[in-house]
């Protein structure tokens, strides 16, 4: 439930379209599922202004598609991350419109039907390998609403790539980054923008790299200013924390 539908709840209750009792069932039932293995959380919605987000990893493909189908149910933006084709192939069968995002290893249904938000989220990669975490990113913000762009292979070892596009790095809002490696394309940008900059750690990279432990250490350690930081490989993170940067710095578009 949005903010918005709480509001018409209210509405409809002061005109005596509603009970006080069938209000009272409403914002019960807004709490949260329990289906044994899980409690679904149907109250983050109007908490944070996005219902639950299901983790696939570590639960069975029956588990995700029934939480799925009770998040579903509700009319609300579905997603599910690190997914399998397993999993994507029970919540199939539960709910028909959904949609696997392969590369990304993305489930999502009642996906936003226009740009809520004015403003774009600018995902960048700094190789290719590091993609499949950008994804990740791009349609977590593009679930939220957002305008989404994307420049993707413009790392630092030819930097060139990247400045070919500055003016799309200043006409952003919000920017994630994405790097494996020696993880140095976040500090580049932060150095030449005046907006948000979260810098997303990949595991790629050779032994030394420590599957992203030293990108993720050279993004902390960054000289530029206004860089944020999220876990390696947390594509999901970074999208949703660009979303709520978006959502507050930018009104929403008008019908």
Do not use: W
Not at 199 to 213: D, H, L, R
Not at 223 to 243: E, H, L, P, Q, Y
């Amino acid at each position: 439930m949005t903010k918005e539908e709480l509001k018409q709840f209210l509405q409809q209750y002061k005109r005596g379209k509603l009970s006080e009792q069938q209000i009272i069932d409403k914002f019960t039932s807004l709490r949260f599922e329990s289906l044994g293995f899980a409690n679904v959380d149907h109250h983050r919605q109007l908490r944070q202004g996005f219902p639950e987000v299901i983790l696939c990893e570590g639960k069975t493909p029956q588990q995700v598609a029934e939480i799925a189908s009770r998040i579903f149910k509700r009319s609300e933006p579905l997603l599910a991350t690190r997914a399998t084709s397993e999993h994507f192939k029970a919540v199939k069968q539960k709910i028909r419109y959904a949609h696997y995002h392969e590369f990304a290893r993305v489930i999502t249904a009642n996906e936003p039907k226009k740009i809520l938000y004015d403003g774009t989220i600018l995902v960048l990669t700094a190789g290719t390998s590091d993609i499949s975490v950008a994804e990740e990113a791009a349609i977590t913000a593009a679930m939220f609403g957002n305008n989404i762009e994307k420049l993707y292979d413009v790392g630092v070892a030819g930097i060139h790539r990247l400045l070919s596009h500055s003016e799309k790095l200043m006409k952003a809002n919000v920017i994630i980054v994405v790097a494996g490696m020696e993880g140095a394309l976040p500090s580049v940008v932060g150095g030449m923008v005046d907006v948000p900059v979260i810098a997303v750690p990949t595991s790629i990279g050779y032994g030394a790299s420590f599957k992203g432990i030293a990108a993720l250490l050279a993004m902390l350690n960054s000289c530029a200013s206004g860089i944020t930081v999220v876990n390696i490989d947390n594509g999901f993170g970074a999208g949703f924390a660009a979303s709520l940067m978006n959502k507050k710095m930018t009104p929403t578009v008008k019908a």
